[in-house]
Structures are given as C-alpha cells and as structure tokens.
C-alpha cells in the first residue's frame, strides 16, 4: 500500500491504493514503516510523500466506516512524520482532504501543482478532522481562515492555499522529480521551526472576535447543523490551549460529533447518494447498459423551467438549442438564461469564462429542423397531456432514430406521453426541481417500454450536469411529488382545521426544513397549484367548484382557490399565504386578510376552529409522507429507500442531518409511526394516504433493521 524506493539521499513513501489513496489500516502501517525505516537508512537525508496514480491521499477509507479501528492511529503516524529526523516533504497533486491534509501538515514542506486541490470536508459527515487538523491548521492561517475552510469543508485551489500559508511551493512538471530536488535542497537548513505544533497561532488574542463572526456565519449558513459549530470551537481552542491540550480537546470533540444522531444521518446520506447510482430495472442495470454519447442537446420551450434545464446543460459545456414558438418567448428565454449565469457569476458559483462559453454554445431558434440531429432533447412545455404529445409527435418526425427523448413533466406517466411517438423506448423522464439551476436532484423515470441503453443515457447526463440522478419507475407524481403530495394536503387541512399557516411553516423550520410549505406555495404560486388541480380534476372528468369537498374519491380542500379567486399568487403579486414588503418581495410576514379569508372559509363550511399542537402538524405532515414512502416502495416505483431520502434531500431540501424521511423513520421507530398513522386513519378517515401500508405493519411487527428494508421490498414485489 505504500512503497518504499530510495533514489540518492532521498526516500520516496509513494502510497498505492488506487483509486483515491484512502488512507486504510494498511497504507497508515505503510507510512509509519516507511517513516522510520528512511530515520533508520544512512543513505537517507529527506523524505517525499507522495501518491501514486490521481492523487495525494484524499482522506479516510470509506470502507472502514462503522468499522473499529485499529492502530496505529492517523495522530501517530502523523507525529511519527513530524518528530522524524529528516526533513519530510509532502508532495501534492489531484485532491489533498480530510487526513491526507493532516498528513500533509503533519510535514514539514509541502509542495503542489497548481491544479491541486485541498480541504477538510468531514464537516459533511457530520465530523470534524481528528487527527489534529482544527489545531494545525490555524497555526498556517489564522484563525478566520482555518475556522471557516474546516466548518465549510470547501476544496481550496492550490494557488488559494499558497496564499493561505498551506502551500510552500506551487510546482510545474513531473511532481516526483521535482519533489525530489526540492527535498535535496532542504537537507542542510534546519527544519524545527517548520513543525507546526511549535507555532503561535496568529493573532491569538483576537479568538474572541473572530470565533463569534465564525459563529454567527455558521449558524446563520448551516441552520440546525452541530458539527459546522463544533468546528469552530475547535478551531478556537488552538489559540485558548497549549498545542497538547488542544489536540485533547479536538479529540473530545471529535468522539462528541461521532456519537452524535447527526453523524449517523449524514454518513448515512453520503453512503445513499452513491447507492442510488447503482440503478437497476427491468432488462438491465448500471452494470449492462451503456449509455449513448451526448454531444448536442435541444430543450423545448424557454420558460423558467426551459431556462433552468439550458443553464445546466450549458455550466457542463453542451451545445443547447432552445426552441420556442415566437419570438417573443424565445427572447424572454434568452434573457432569463443570461440572467442567470450573470447571477451565477457574482455568486463565484460559475467563472466568467464558463459564462462566455455558454454564451457561444446556445443556439436560439423557432425551427424544430434546426433540432434534427442533435443526439438529446428535453421538453419543458406547460404541464398539459395534449400539448406535451403534440411536442412528441412532433419530435418523433424530425429527430434522428438514435436520439434519446426526454420530458420535464413532474407527474404525468411516461407511457402517455411516450404513446405520441413511434419509438417509445427512446423516451424517458427527466424531472428537474425548481430552479433547475440550483437543485440538484434529477428524477429520472421510465416507462414500461423505455430502454436500459435511454436510462443509462440520462443517469450519466445527470452527472455530467452535476446532479444527483434517482431513476424510478413511472406512475402518477412518480417518486417525490406523489410522496410529497399527501405532506402538503395535509398542511393546508391543518389550516382548513384551525393552525394558521404561520403555525404549520413554524413547525417544518423548526425541524430543519429552509421554507415551511406556504412559503414554499407563495415562491411557487398559488395560481401554478391552482391550474395544477383543474388539470387533475379534468383527467378525472369532473370539476372544481366553491362547493367541492371531495377530488377523486379523496378530501378536498379549496382554500387554494380562495386565495387564487383574490388575485393573492404568492410572491408575484405581494401577497398570498403571507404579505411582502413588495411585489416579488421575500420578506414573509403574517397578514389580517388573509386570516380573514380563512376564517371566512371556515365559516362557510361549518368548520369549527380547534387548537393544533405542534406534535400533530408534524406527525400529520410526515408521517403522511412516509406512509406513502412504504407504498412507493411496496409497489417497486423505487427499489431501495435511499432512492426516497435521496430524492427529498435534493429536491425538498430535506435537512441532511435527518438523513431522509425514511431513514428518520427507522431511528424514531416503526412501530411508533405505524401506530400514529392507525390514530389518524380513524381520526382522518376521508384521506387515502392515511390508510396504514401493509409493507410499513410488517417491517414494524417484525422490528426489521434498517439495512433489511430492501429484501422486504424485493419479496413484496415478486
């Protein structure tokens, strides 16, 4: 795992094992067998670290997660490194994290190419670094630096971290050979003053000051998250403690976050996201379907979702045309794309040079024959059956046979809008959350005659655009707006009931959600809610009035249309749930008119107003949520409940450190939320997502692990 060469008066530790240089048991014993065999050879006056193949050593092996540990420990490999009596040198290419940074701090050089990259990102295991990171680190950089780079866990370029202190040298050309002249050089200067642990932290008597602007920042940025806070004390003690002393308080720390439920949740979110890529379904799978090259792409229609969906494709360097049917709209789209990237740009989330080329790369037009051999097209049209089949048909005539098809749509099924073409293998879902350009998640969907080679086609797309790509299987609302569905009537019943929308927000902030769901339906629009009813009133054939109670057999509540019937959108128009300060305003503040038009819809349909706890407006939201979960899982709409806590945390902004509806399920208990949903299918008998599932009651009587769920789903399927 780590192999030892000796090249003059130079020891090389080249650590190999592929593909990232994890730092497991075995190259740990690597490292400090080959530490003190270079102390101990004659001919050796320097040491270089370095990796072998893509990268320096890119933090712990994730397989040794949940695993004991065994010694020697990273701490004491690392003072191994630092008490050695030749100089060490660490040499850096591809990505220097988590340990392998504190291996690195751990020497006394450290050298990189320019297009390295540093940091510690274990904040987003909801850890801190634990092998003396928090107390190195401020020793190079000060105090804000080092306080905000471990609780954000951002990656640092190499000429950042030069300028941080983190980096000696920037180097060009062959890293070993230039490692190895740079540790000749260094052999006769004296290298104590180059252990950090000797070091003053900079500016030490102003941790004060600088802790409590870190603080505020994080708990502003990182709402409702321990470990970003727990960082920045640790950080703090470096400059409160004695280097020993500090290094014992990290380790407290350290052992405090690990035992945390919150590490637990985002290890196990981490571990998720790579399990949903591991897709299978029917006629094949990740492992034997090959995905078709994308090199052109098309998206239909230039609103904010067209718009959102081009700005993706073009950030990842693919020619886009963006098809509209006037001029008018197709400027608008044009406009709204620029804007965008423009905003992108201040932001520091795109560079200006991605900008410009995205300038180049898209091709506005009103021609569906401009659209002919592009190898990948997507429909963002208006949510409507009939003019989504009318844009296949169209499709279906022009595109070149191997190009694969994709539509936008949010809820409808695959089939039905396959069922306009002649190639319905070729068409696939490919569902964006709002705004397109921010939200990572990408509900991929299949149909029942879609193709392995079309789905593996759109699980790469959703990499190559940065996204997280889940692929379920077609149905009404699919995987996260049908389970998100009964979470939201269930808010707006609890208004109709007697909470206040103020009241239910209140309660889904408070547990980590960013917007409670009104605020949520104000950004959105009340009026895009409201033609989305009539859409599903239409397809079962009836129709919405003042006096509906009931839509598909299920309760109904239309306050929504009361809102609507005021002119109150959302944030459009100033006002809806909530009053803003302006139109397009974002500062939410309760309002008299509209209590005013809840009360007066009480009064009309004889609801008496009850008081709410807290406990029942969450239980009634999530609970609800998951019922449905079970049943998307009983039915094989998905095929693993990662794909579910995946799908919220990406596209409902789920808080992580909950690890996803289902996987808090698992850590509350089953049998207590079977049991609450019994309670409220007596209490709430007119809603079917109240109807206890039948995967749910058998999970919960047998106390089935966690880990098992996915066998259960297996034999519920067959």
């Not at 994730?62 to 008490?83: D, Q, Y």
């Not at 004296?190 to 252990?195: A, G, N, T, Y």
């Not at 870190?214 to 708990?219: D, E, F, L």
């Not at 397009?584 to 008496?608: F, H, L, M, T, W």
């Amino acid at each position: 795992m780590v192999d030892y060469s000796v090249n003059g008066s130079v020891a090389v530790l080249m650590v190999n094992n592929p593909p990232v240089n994890a730092l497991s048991h075995a190259v740990r014993v690597g490292l400090k067998t080959g530490i003190e065999r270079g102390a101990k050879d004659s001919r050796v006056r320097s040491i270089v670290i370095i990796g072998k193949g893509q990268t320096f050593p890119a933090g712990a092996d994730i397989r040794e997660f949940g695993k004991p540990s065994k010694e020697p420990w990273l701490t004491a490999v690392g003072n191994l490194i630092e008490t050695c009596s030749e100089p060490v040198v660490a040499a850096i290419h591809g990505t220097c994290l988590g340990g392998g940074l504190e291996i690195a701090l751990f020497s006394h050089y450290r050298i990189a190419v320019s297009s390295a990259r540093v940091g510690f990102p274990e904040v987003t295991l909801g850890l801190l670094p634990g092998a003396g990171g928090t107390q190195r680190l401020s020793r190079l950089t000060g105090l804000p630096v080092a306080m905000e780079m471990i609780s954000s866990g951002r990656h640092v370029p190499a000429k950042k971290a030069k300028e941080y202190g983190i980096i000696d040298e920037i180097v060009s050309g062959d890293l070993l050979k230039t490692a190895l002249k740079f540790a000749q050089e260094v052999q006769s200067r004296p290298f104590k003053d180059r252990c950090l642990r000797y070091k003053i932290v900079p500016n030490a008597d102003r941790v004060e000051e600088y802790a409590s602007a870190a603080m505020m920042q994080v708990k502003k940025k990182y709402k409702g998250f321990e470990a970003p806070v727990t960082c920045v004390q640790a950080v703090r003690s470096s400059a409160e403690l004695s280097y020993e002393e500090g290094m014992k308080r990290e380790r407290d720390l350290f052992l405090q976050l690990g035992q945390s439920g919150q590490s637990k949740a985002q290890q196990y979110a981490f571990f998720a996201e790579r399990a949903v890529s591991k897709w299978q379904m029917p006629g094949g799978s990740y492992k034997t379907a090959k995905p078709l090259p994308v090199r052109s792409t098309a998206v239909i229609g230039g609103g904010t979702m067209g718009s959102g969906i081009a700005v993706c494709l073009l950030s990842a360097g693919l020619p886009v045309y963006l098809l509209e049917q006037n001029e008018k709209f197709l400027q608008s789209g044009v406009k709204l794309i620029e804007n965008i990237m423009a905003g992108s740009v201040k932001l520091g989330k795109v560079s200006m040079e991605t900008a410009k080329r995205a300038a180049t790369l898209l091709k506005p037009t009103l021609s569906y024959d401009d659209i002919k051999d592009v190898d990948l097209v997507i429909e963002a049209v208006f949510e409507n059956l009939d003019i989504k089949k009318e844009v296949f048909s169209k499709l279906d005539k022009i595109c070149k046979p191997s190009a694969i098809l994709c539509t936008n749509t949010s809820t409808i099924d695959i089939d039905r809008i396959s069922s306009a073409t002649s190639r319905p293998e070729k068409v696939v879902g490919t569902h964006f959350f709002a705004p397109a350009y921010h939200m990572k998640l990408l509900e991929n969907i299949y149909g029942t005659k879609t193709s392995p080679e079309a789905v593996a086609t759109v699980m790469k797309l959703g990499k190559t655009i940065n996204k997280v790509p889940v692929l379920v299987k077609s149905c009404h609302g699919f995987l996260a707006n049908r389970m998100n569905a009964p979470f939201g009537s269930e808010a707006i019943f609890l208004v109709e009931e007697g909470a206040s929308p103020l009241e239910v927000d209140q309660v889904n902030e408070d547990f980590g959600m960013p917007m409670g769901p009104f605020k949520v339906r104000d950004l959105s629009g009340i009026d895009i809610s409201w033609r989305i009813n009539r859409e599903v009133a239409k397809v079962l054939g009836t129709s919405i009035t003042k006096e509906t109670r009931f839509l598909g057999g299920n309760r109904y509540c239309g306050l929504n249309d009361d809102f609507y019937d005021k002119g109150r959108y959302g944030r459009k128009t100033g006002k809806g749930w909530y009053l803003y300060e302006k139109v397009g305003g974002k500062n939410a503040v309760a309002d008299p008119e509209a209590e005013e038009i809840i009360n007066s819809y009480r009064q009309r349909r004889g609801i008496v107003k009850r008081k709410i706890t807290p406990q029942e407006i969450f239980e009634r939201q999530f609970y609800s949520a998951i019922n449905e979960g079970f049943r998307i899982l009983e039915e094989g709409i998905c095929n693993m409940p990662e794909e579910i806590d995946i799908s919220w945390i990406y596209g409902f902004s789920y808080p992580k450190y909950r690890g996803g509806p289902m996987f808090y399920a698992s850590q509350i208990g089953l049998q207590r939320v079977y049991d609450r949903i019994c309670h409220y299918h007596e209490t709430c008998p007119y809603s079917i997502h109240w109807v206890p599932n039948r995967l749910l009651k058998k999970l919960a009587e047998n106390n089935v692990p966690f880990t098992q769920w996915a066998n259960h789903v297996s034999k519920s399927k067959m």
